[in-house]
Nanobody, 120 residues
């Protein structure tokens, strides 16, 4: 069982910054991809950013230049640095991990979500 726990959410004014953290625990044979998703009220959950096992990153267009995804493999922790926040960034942010277990089967784990609110 892989457990993901997000932290770092909160309420900020437009232009502010937050750093989200996602701590992973449990048995993981191989991490394929880790990413951040978000879901705003009345909207579908969308992929915000991801980082592959090889260190390649990608971002949804709306956050490019403002958000940075990073990982600390030694700590099994994923980060999302969010700068220049806008009201439209308001959402519940979820950490996701896609991996492979010792039997070669792929799996996915989700965190419980952390609320980010950007308002004046």
């Amino acid at each position: 069982q892989v457990l993901l726990v997000e932290s770092g959410g909160g309420s900020v004014q437009p232009g502010g910054s937050l750093r989200l953290s996602c701590a992973a625990s449990g048995s993981i044979f191989r991490v394929n991809v880790m990413g951040w998703y978000r879901q705003a009220p009345g909207k579908q959950r969308e992929l915000v950013a991801y980082i592959t096992g090889g260190g390649n990153t990608n971002y949804v267009d709306s956050v490019k230049g403002r958000f940075t995804i990073a990982r600390d493999n030694a700590k099994n922790t994923l980060y999302l640095q969010m700068n220049s926040l806008k009201p439209e960034d308001t959402a519940v942010y979820y950490c996701n991990l896609e991996g492979t277990d010792g039997s070669g089967h792929r799996f996915a784990s989700w965190g419980q979500g952390t609320q980010v609110t950007v308002s004046s």
